[in-house]
């Protein structure tokens, strides 16, 4: 199966290249009085009006702000697309689905619930993969 590598805190992450729509840098976000904490708010993409999350917030991660590589990866759930704020988006790779192993103590302090599982993707690096379905949820 094909990923996005995300980075987020210095981890690495992947979502499945057929969730993602597209990959964009920062862009003019209207809050939206009343909705959670982890909600930045609405972005106009070409004509779309698309709901947009800060990962870090919804990770219990402090916000660091917007930097060069800051990017909003754009998935689709349900028939919506929601941005997701995330540090930098890094790569497109080929991993095994049968690699894909249940979440365990190495991700830290992400809530398990997110997570589909953990791979190794040489070099000493692992791969958190995100359940992208149990994110949206909320």
Do not use: C, H
Request: net charge negative.
């Amino acid at each position: 199966m094909k990923v996005i590598v995300f980075a987020l805190e210095n981890k690495e992450y992947g979502i499945e290249v057929e969730r993602v729509r597209t990959i964009e840098r920062p862009m003019p976000i209207t809050r939206v009085p009343n909705t959670s904490d982890f909600v930045k708010g609405v972005a106009n993409m070409r004509g779309v009006i698309v709901p947009i999350i800060s990962l870090r917030r919804m990770f219990g991660l402090e916000d660091t702000g917007m930097t060069s590589q800051t990017r909003i990866i754009v998935v689709a759930f349900n028939g919506m697309e929601v941005g997701i704020f995330v540090d930098s988006a890094n790569d497109v790779m080929d991993i095994d689905p049968d690699d894909i192993y249940a979440p365990a103590e190495l991700v830290g302090r992400v809530e398990s619930k997110y997570l589909r599982g953990v791979t190794n993707i040489g070099n000493g690096r692992l791969l958190v993969m995100l359940d992208v379905e149990q994110l949206l949820k909320n």
